[in-house]
Nanobody, 124 residues
Framework: QVRLVESGGGLVQAGGSLRLSCATSGLTYSSYVMGWFRQAPGKEREFVAGITKTGGTTYVAGSVKGRFTISRDNAKNTVYLQMNSLKPEDTAVYYC?????????????????WGQGTQVTVSS
């Protein structure tokens, strides 16, 4: 059974930092592209960042470029999202997901396994 568990969310002031983790089990983790998405109240789920199987290529959305970094540790079956210079508009539930393709997909329907999400709240 595939399981993804996010952690590291919380309440932070604007300008602060958080590091999200997503621990996976039940799959050959190193065989999959991984992604992070977020969903704010009343908004659609949006792509934040993705990373290829070996971690050699990453892609982040324009709205977080220069502030967020995605990385992975294949020995620990874990993907991370380092978030710096946080803004109130970054407030959302953040999800990690598994992408069965070989490329970094940006549409949520292209991902087939999801975690339960972790809340990030940025106060002004």
């Amino acid at each position: 059974q595939v399981r993804l568990v996010e952690s590291g969310g919380g309440l932070v002031q604007a300008g602060g930092s958080l590091r999200l983790s997503c621990a996976t089990s039940g799959l050959t983790y190193s065989s999959y592209v991984m992604g992070w998405f977020r969903q704010a109240p009343g908004k659609e789920r949006e792509f934040v960042a993705g990373i290829t199987k070996t971690g050699g290529t990453t892609y982040v959305a324009g709205s977080v470029k220069g502030r967020f970094t995605i990385s992975r540790d294949n020995a620990k079956n874990t993907v991370y999202l380092q978030m710096n210079s946080l803004k109130p508009e970054d407030t959302a539930v953040y999800y990690c997901a598994v992408d069965p393709s070989s490329l970094i997909a940006q549409r949520s329907y292209q991902y087939n396994y999801w975690g339960q999400g972790t809340q990030v709240t940025v106060s002004s």
